[in-house]
């Protein structure tokens, strides 16, 4: 059964006024309002946000509240300090600017900051009052990147869903927010983030791995103990709703007033909130320069720019209005004719029937955003056109435009370009209208709003369970209490311990990743009681250098060396590395062209290792070495591992699995295993052991061994726990 869900966004969808004493309550425009309150209304769905009204008086709070809950809204309110600087502030004057690429626009403030995080802190206190832990909570947009952190701090179970409704910048630009590693952590609070496009996620997923050193498989990351999963999921529109509106009497009505008004002419018809994201004045420009190279449409078309009003107390959105009535002054002025004005100029919000009779009227949708995460408007514009005349032009830096190819796609900075798209737009043939009309139509009409919604929710739902499995492998003190007894209690235990990532984090280079005096000591203390085996990929001369003296066997290059207490090393077959001057050169080959990599020489294995160079690069060369790799080995007896940021190339047949069981063949029964590694060298070894025995993986991906911890310092604590 579907889970009950909580929708968390900036604002309630729903506008509070109050006039003579009594709270008026009116529904509120914008893309997500509109977009999410169809699937609001038909799943069991509660709102979380902010009221939009602000009061100090604890009377009307109440009054509010009460009236909200009966529509399952609940809102959370806030101060006029506050909304200057997390609303107008934090959410509108950096972190808008920046995502939308207008970096000299950014204002970086502390204070906007901190009020950012204490706004986000007050949304998780609501949150948590109201929620219960297994219900769903879907995070709406800029407003609240820290909530998913704040939220799983509190209650790690929770199945919380992130989408943001804006572009995710590229690296180059996240970069220089001071504060990118903190809204970056907060949104990894999430199970699943979601996009419009996968432009965006492949940007964020960019800034997890240069920022966290987090690498994704499959747009999956690992983080923490958990795994998010990154995705895209263009957001959709009631199509049905636009395509019965032209019907509406309503809508008739306002159809046949504009077309009196129009007396023929052709409408180009531009909507947006005034933002400067939008790009209205280089489309005011486009226009005018239009106008002037067709005279021809001199009197027979008219542009209806509709501004809807928006943030109207930031200074920028007041600057970009007076140059948005100056250009229109300026192109009215010089253009206009007695019975003719080239641009009808509405700075206000139009009800629905309006809006759905410009777009049913227009001939031509002229969009034309410098940056937008979507845009709705475009695809209502097309869901309108049940006619299927019209034509939509549409920028390249629109969400939307990876769907709508066939739009006519402009860049928004090229000013001919638009006017050319304009004459081509009133130029074309009914029939081609028709056509690109019917195959953008069949597209928004499949993927609409509630398909889009279901779609996340979904995926919510897979990823959560997926991370509940995984919490359910989690080692809990519990266990650790019953292994070290069961250690106690036994006669002859054996332990199998992976080395780099198991017993010490990784280093930049191997030779860096030397055992502290502590480790020594405790693998010492546990040696002397137990049989304890040190089982590494590493080279024999490594553990010959750190390791020799103490009372340890050792396990070499993935098992093809091993050496018993007190014996001298031997491998387990016959090995040979005479294919080494083969391979050898073109490893060589891939270190010259890859900075920051090596190659590291082992007596029957080679490994490229890439961990220092530049991480795109070095993915890039990983899957030509890989393919290469795979080629020049088919006929030999030989093994391509891809690992953690290297590539081994070894005898086949030679893994810790096999290793392990040689050990167990050499001595008495041993009532207690225990083995414990980080990476997938050790899942050979998972595999072969008896089910009775004490597997552990280092980190949270799927695995074959019995629990799951969090780093090599809990296996460390682990071990000195059976140490005493
Ligand atoms: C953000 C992202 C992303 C507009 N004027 C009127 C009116 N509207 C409605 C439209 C449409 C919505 O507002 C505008 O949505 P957009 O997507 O175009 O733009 P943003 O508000 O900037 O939305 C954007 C969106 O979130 C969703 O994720 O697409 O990229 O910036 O639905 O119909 N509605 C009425 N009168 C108006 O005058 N009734």
Redesign the pocket.
Known sequence: MQKRMWIISNRLPVHISKRQGEFIYTKS???????LSSFYKTHASQWIGWSGYLTESSADKERIAAALEKESAFPVFLSRREIENYYEGFSNKTIWPLFHYFLEQVIYDKRYWETYRRVNQRFCDRILKVAKPDEHIWIH?YHLMLLPAMLREKNPQLKIGF?L???FPSFEVFRTLPWRSELMQGMLGADLIGF?THDYARHFLSAASRLLGLEHVLMRLTYEDRIVKVDSFP?G?DFAKFEQAPEKPATEREISRIQYRLGGQKLILS???L?Y??GILQRLEAFHLFLQQHPEYREKVTLLL?V?P?RSRVESYRQLKLKVDSIVGRINGEHATIGWTPIWYLY?????H??SAMYHLADVALIT?FR???????K?FVASKTNRRGVLILSEM???AAELGEALLINPFNIDEIAAALAKALEMAGEEQSRRLQEMQSKIKRYDVTRWAQDFVDGLQQVSEQNAGLRSNLMTSEDEKKIVDRFRRSKNPTLFLDYDGTLVPFARTPAQARPPQGLLDLLCRLGAQTRLVLISGRRKQDLDEWFADLPLELSAEHGAWIKRKGEDWTTIEPLTGEWKSDILPILEATVARTPGSFVEDKDYSLVWHYRKADVGLGQIRARELTNELLYMTANLNLQVMEGDKIIEIKNAGINKGRSALFFLAQAVETDFILAAGDDYTDEFLFKVLPPAATTIKVGFRMTEARYNVKSHQQVRQLLEKMSL
Do not use: C, W
């Open positions: 425009a914008g893309g997500l309002a509109t977009g947009d989408f409704h804006i572009p419009h957001m529109i909507i947006d909130r933002d994201s939008k509709l809807v928006s206000r919000s139009a009800p629905f309006t809006l955003p937008d995460g979507m845009n709705l408007v475009a209502e629109a969400g939307a």
